[in-house]
């Protein structure tokens, strides 16, 4: 039986001694180096800031602004607008001693009031909770 003699045709296979230009295109390939990666810093902070930033301060904003008209700056110091989901807006107050008194006047209509004026920004309830200012999120 005849010997069979396999004839690779890789490109892999080793280059000849005459192609010098196609063993320099190839090493070219695996020597050069990648072009930095640039990127527009002012374009990420735009995106991040429309991405975080605003919903956040569309979320809060008219919550906010009806917030400190109407509640007493008394109690606007010791309290920090926590969290808006679902209708139910939720409010730390840092002590408990504010939380009562807040409490209280939450109840006594202050609450009616401010569930008129955020309305439309899909108020429903208001929580008050224990907690650190600034604590949330």
């Not at 527009?40 to 919903?55: C, H, P, S, Y």
């Not at 607008?81 to 139910?88: D, S």
């Not at 009031?113 to 604590?135: D, T, W």
Request: aromatic fraction near 8%; hydrophobic fraction near 40%; include cysteine.
């Amino acid at each position: 039986m005849p010997s069979r003699k396999s004839v690779r045709s890789d490109s892999t296979s080793a280059p000849e001694l005459g192609s010098d230009d196609l063993l320099l295109k190839r090493l070219v390939r695996w020597k050069k180096t990648a072009e930095p990666f640039s990127i527009n810093l002012g374009e990420l902070a735009v995106e991040q800031f429309n991405r975080d930033i605003r919903k956040r301060h569309d979320k809060f904003g008219k919550l906010a602004e009806a917030w400190n008209t109407l509640v007493p700056e008394l109690f606007a110091e010791h309290c920090y607008l926590a969290t808006f989901a679902r209708g139910t807006l939720t409010v730390n107050v840092d002590s408990s001693a504010h939380l009562f008194e807040l409490k209280q006047l939450l109840l006594s209509g202050l609450e009616d009031q401010l569930l008129l004026a955020c309305r439309p920004a899909g108020l429903k309830k208001i929580v008050l909770k224990r907690g650190k200012a600034g604590e949330s999120w």
